[in-house]
C-alpha cells in the first residue's frame, strides 16, 4: 500500500488477556518502530527493527511485551495478560533507513475493561 | 524528566491570530522534525531541520532551528481552523536512531 497499515484500529479486551497488534510498513522500508501514546501524553518508543539487524527493545515496559517482524515486512506486537495501563494507542512508524523522516499507521486504540 | 519541553500545552485562539510555540531542550539534537497529529490519525511529518539557525517556510508556517541546535520554534501565521491538531517535535541526539517526542501542544483555532 502506499502508506503504514496498523490493524485493528480499534481492540476491546478484558483484562488478563493477549492482545496482537499488526503493522504492514511502507514497502522497501528497512526500518520500522512501535510507540505507545497515552491519553495527553507524547509519544513512548517501545522497539525498533532495522532490516536484518537486531532489534532494540529498550523501550519495552517489561517483558509481557515482546514484538516481532520477518525481514523487512510486517511487525506484530504483543502484549501478553493486559493490565488497564496498557490502554493506549499503539502507533507503528517505518522509514527508509534510520535517521530518514518516519511515516506513521493511524493506530490501534487499545482499551483493557 | 522529559528530554524535549514543548509549551504551551494548549493553546485556543481564533482564527486569523498568529501563535509560536516551542520546543526547548538541554541536549544537543543532531536533527529535529515538527508533525502535526489530528485526532485518529497517526502523526504527519511538516519539517526536519538539521542545520543551527536554519529556518524553513512552509505556506504560513515557519520553522526555526536554535544556533546551538537545542531548541526549536514553530510559528503560525492568520492561523485557520485547518490548523487545528497537535503538534510534537522530535529529535535524535548523537548516533541514536531513536527519536525523542516532546509531549505536543495542542492546538485549536476556532473559526
Known amino acids: 500500500g502506499a502508506g503504514v497499515s496498523q490493524s485493528p484500529s480499534n481492540k476491546v479486551t478484558e483484562k488478563g488477556k493477549d492482545v496482537e497488534l499488526r503493522c504492514d510498513p511502507i514497502?522497501?522500508?528497512?526500518?520500522l518502530y512501535w510507540y505507545r501514546q497515552r491519553l495527553g501524553q507524547g509519544l513512548e518508543f517501545l522497539i525498533y527493527?532495522?532490516?536484518?539487524?537486531?532489534?532494540?527493545k529498550s523501550g519495552l515496559p517489561s517483558d509481557r511485551f515482546s514484538a516481532e517482524r520477518t525481514g523487512e515486512s510486517v511487525s506484530t506486537l504483543t502484549i501478553q495478560r493486559t493490565q488497564q495501563e496498557d490502554s493506549a494507542v499503539y502507533l507503528c512508524?517505518?522509514?527508509?533507513?534510520?535517521?530518514?523522516?518516519?511515516?506513521f499507521g493511524d493506530g490501534t486504540r487499545l482499551s483493557i475493561l | 524528566t522529559q528530554l524535549l519541553e514543548q509549551s504551551p500545552q494548549f493553546l485556543s485562539i481564533q482564527e486569523g491570530e498568529n501563535l509560536t510555540v516551542y520546543c526547548n531542550s538541554s541536549?544537543?539534537?543532531?536533527?529535529l522534525q515538527w508533525y502535526r497529529q489530528e485526532p485518529g490519525e497517526g502523526p504527519v511529518l511538516l519539517v526536519t531541520?538539521?542545520?543551527?539557525?536554519e529556518v524553513k517556510k512552509l505556506k504560513r508556517l515557519t520553522f526555526q532551528f536554535g544556533d546551538a541546535r537545542k531548541d526549536s520554534s514553530l510559528h503560525i501565521t492568520a492561523a485557520q481552523p485547518g490548523d487545528t491538531g497537535l503538534y510534537l517535535c522530535?529529535?535524535?541526539?548523537?548516533?541514536?536512531?531513536?527519536?525523542?517526542f516532546g509531549r505536543g501542544t495542542s492546538l485549536i483555532v476556532h473559526p
Open positions: 514497502s522497501g522500508h528497512t526500518a
Open positions: 522530535a529529535g535524535e541526539t548523537g548516533g541514536s536512531y531513536i527519536p525523542t
Open positions: 527493527f532495522q532490516g536484518n539487524s537486531a532489534p532494540d
Open positions: 531541520v538539521v542545520t543551527g539557525g
Open positions: 512508524a517505518s522509514s527508509s533507513q534510520g535517521y530518514q523522516p518516519q511515516h
Open positions: 541536549s544537543v539534537f543532531s536533527s
